[in-house]
């Protein structure tokens, strides 16, 4: 359980920076984004962090299997 929790505190990252580097080239505060974001981009967006996470877990395992 401890590796899988390892593999998905990367994709986090990843898009945390992503998306900081895409609000500062667009001057866009996080403060303004969180009072204006609504309920259903909300669950859009979690929804998408959720197939990310699935995809990379796969990759892993799929990684996993050809090492052995």
């Not at 984004?33 to 699935?54: A, F, V, Y």
Request: proline share 1%; aromatic share 4%; charged share 45%.
């Amino acid at each position: 359980m401890g590796d899988s929790s390892k593999n998905f505190k990367m994709p986090q990252k990843v898009v945390e920076v992503m998306i900081d580097n895409i609000f500062r080239k667009n001057d866009i505060k996080k403060e303004e984004i969180k009072k204006n974001i609504s309920e259903e981009q909300k669950i859009m967006i979690k929804e998408m962090i959720e197939d990310l996470k699935q995809q990379v877990e796969q990759f892993n395992k799929k990684n996993d299997e050809t090492k052995e």
